[in-house]
């Protein structure tokens, strides 16, 4: 993808906002509009149709809401990189969305700069939140009691995501489908993740997860 511009599928049913986002986007030579929806329907039928690079998607339009429309989304085609840009800031609604499959979740109060580096960032692999949403988040975390999540403190947490996918059962091929990885990277992954564990292959690392209450 380097050099080339990141494809933009708008899904939001407010005709204002979504020439608003069409203006940001002009704007970005790093970005390129390929479709608008004004439905939830129509959103997971054009992600299926033009497979954009990042879709913003807002929560709530006629069609079915925009939680269903991510999980289609990404039932259809794993690891697509989903933005939700929306007015709800509750935490139901930001942990509803990252359950559904969404890699980030932003205000549609956020100046034009802090939106576009929003989705350039969940377009290369990256998580982003609202700066408010992420410390109530972190807050979230930090007060819940230290299991499984602390285990492996040595490996990042994305050697972390792979591993706990590794105890699933779940090869390479499908691990790069689910996370936006390529083969090559996963690959990678999991070699540092063998090193780091002081194992000597797969199967060794998986016990180990799974013992550590992953999988």
């Known amino acids: 993808m380097s050099g080339e511009a990141l494809t933009v599928l708008i899904a939001d049913d407010h005709p204002i906002f979504r020439k608003g986002l069409r203006a940001l986007l002009g704007g970005q030579p790093a970005l390129r509009l390929v479709g608008r929806a004004a439905s939830a329907s129509a959103?997971?039928?054009l992600a299926a149709e033009l497979r954009p690079d990042v879709i913003?998607?807002?929560?709530?339009?006629?069609?079915?809401?925009?939680?269903?429309a991510i999980r289609q989304i990404v039932a259809a085609r794993p690891g697509s990189h989903i933005l939700v840009v929306t007015m709800f800031e509750d935490d139901d609604s930001v942990f509803a969305a990252m359950r559904a499959g969404a890699r980030g979740y932003v205000l549609k109060d956020m100046d034009d700069d802090?939106?576009?580096?929003a989705i350039l960032a969940v377009g290369h692999g990256e998580a982003i939140f609202s700066p408010a949403l992420a410390a109530?988040?972190?807050?979230?975390?930090?007060?819940?009691?230290a299991g499984a999540a602390a285990a492996f403190p040595e490996l990042t947490e994305s050697e972390r995501g792979v591993l706990r996918l590794m105890a699933q059962g779940v090869n390479n091929g499908a691990?790069?489908?689910?996370?936006?990885?390529?083969?090559?990277?996963?690959?990678?992954?999991?070699?540092?993740?063998?090193?780091?564990?002081?194992?000597?292959?797969?199967?060794?690392?998986i016990v180990r997860a799974r013992q550590a209450g992953w999988g």
Request: proline residues 5%.
């Open 136 to 145: 109530r988040m972190v807050t979230f975390f930090a007060a819940r009691p």
């Open 175 to 205: 691990i790069a489908q689910r996370l936006g990885l390529s083969p090559k990277t996963v690959r990678n992954y999991v070699s540092t993740i063998l090193g780091k564990l002081q194992v000597a292959d797969r199967a060794q690392a």
């Open 56 to 68: 913003l998607m807002d929560l709530q339009m006629p069609g079915g809401d925009g939680l269903t």
């Open 43 to 45: 959103a997971a039928r």
């Open 114 to 117: 802090e939106i576009a580096r």
